[in-house]
């Protein structure tokens, strides 16, 4: 036994407390917020308080590297703290853990910020907690592998735990969704605020979008989908995801639609009707990170209707087309059908165009127009379609826009 463990034991006798049989010392509830405020002021030397109710028990957990000063001042504080009158007694446990609080948000805050760690795990990432009563930073995914336990592992030795977990929108789903609001979901305008008759229609949207040093900002979608200000909202319950923030539809121009004034948006897109990715590859009109799409590249599309499909080869980089009896739309990339079979139809439009890696969704692009087979689609890349935002007098002029990835 080392001096500094020998000189705890010694201070949790004083109180009655051995720390091998782990005696009680006994506390009234109203004595507690001393040795809370204490606990939460000294990272270095506490790892959180839980309570067991069955038991009627506080246990305070302490690093075993603690300054054995600040746990005789947290015994005291009890001791000396207001009672008040009718109140049953609770029994106080001091025990010894091995990381301190300190440790534990100096994990929890770097969650994101270790690679090859951050990548691998986005994709199945649902969240992440310190667990006070386990003294570790639990880290609930989707899906295990190996390489992500050895990632982990790699990263944050011992402090990190992978716990398997649900879906937490396993409830929701593709047509049936609510805020945050993912990508892919169907989007329909809504009398009074539908502008054109082509409002009413279905259509698809894209990926989350954000300005700059901000939150996420709203949706993308096509152009020709619905006009300036109108509502969107969702078919299946007419439950509202925003309205139209900016839009271009112009004769040999683009055609893009930016959703905002929603309660969220989420940093997810819907890939079947019950299962969604995180996107990854954050990406910014000033081509930082952009994906380097080319002629032969095999890309996913993804509208509401068809679903996903990813049987599309880019065959031109630079297209334009006669979308409808009066627009020419220009800056198209040209996908043609793989195996024959359909890639997109009607109410895709504002889908997402993306690239996958293993579990990685690498956007590429929103779905604008095709044939009537769907075996010949074109869509708008990322990178323009960002770049006409930032260019756009309704939302531009913050800098660089970005498809959000978390």
């Avoid at 005696?23 to 959180?48: I, K, N, R």
Wanted: include cysteine.
């Amino acid at each position: 036994m080392t001096v500094r463990t020998a000189f705890v034991h010694a201070c949790l006798a004083t109180f009655g407390i051995s720390a091998a049989s782990a005696a009680d010392v006994t506390v009234l509830p109203s004595q507690l917020e001393a040795l809370e405020q204490l606990v939460a002021e000294s990272p270095d030397d506490f790892a959180g308080v839980s309570v067991d109710e069955t038991e009627r028990k506080i246990i305070v957990r302490h690093s075993r590297n603690s300054d054995p000063y600040r746990i005789r001042e947290a015994l005291t504080a009890l001791k000396k703290s207001k009672r008040r009158d009718a109140e049953q007694s609770w029994s106080v446990e001091m025990r010894p853990v091995t990381r301190s609080n300190r440790q534990l948000e100096w994990t929890f805050d770097r969650m994101l910020r270790v690679e090859p760690w951050a990548t691998l795990v986005r994709p199945v990432l649902s969240g992440w907690e310190i667990d006070v009563e386990e003294n570790v930073v639990a880290v609930n995914v989707t899906a295990i592998t190996p390489d992500l336990r050895d990632a982990a592992r790699r990263a944050f030795g011992a402090t990190v735990e992978l716990r398997l977990v649900a879906d937490l929108n396993s409830n929701y789903s593709r047509s049936n969704d609510y805020a945050p609001w993912y990508g892919g979901i169907p989007v329909q305008g809504t009398f009074p605020n539908a502008i054109y008759a082509s409002d009413l229609e279905l259509c698809t949207a894209g990926f989350p979008v954000s300005e700059p040093g901000g939150a996420i900002t709203g949706l993308l979608t096509a152009g020709h989908c619905f006009g300036q200000g109108a509502a969107i909202r969702q078919p299946s319950d007419n439950e509202w995801v925003g309205g139209i923030l900016a839009r271009e539809k112009t004769n040999n121009g683009l055609d893009w639609a930016l959703i905002g004034f929603g309660t969220s948006y989420g940093s997810r897109v819907w890939i079947t009707e019950s299962s969604s990715l995180r996107i990854n590859n954050p990406q910014s009109a000033s081509g930082v990170a952009m994906l380097a799409a080319q002629v032969g590249t095999i890309v996913c599309f993804n509208g509401a209707r068809t679903g996903e499909k990813c049987n599309a080869r880019i065959s031109s980089m630079n297209s334009c087309q006669a979308t409808d009896q009066f627009t020419v739309t220009c800056k198209l990339i040209t996908v043609k059908s793989t195996d024959g079979n359909r890639i997109a139809q009607r109410g895709d439009s504002g889908g997402p165009v993306y690239r996958k890696m293993s579990n990685l969704m690498l956007p590429e692009g929103i779905i604008v127009a095709g044939n009537g087979a769907g075996t010949t689609v074109f869509y708008h890349s990322i990178k323009t379609v960002l770049k006409a935002i930032e260019a756009h007098p309704y939302v531009g002029g913050f800098g660089a826009w970005f498809v959000i990835a978390n």
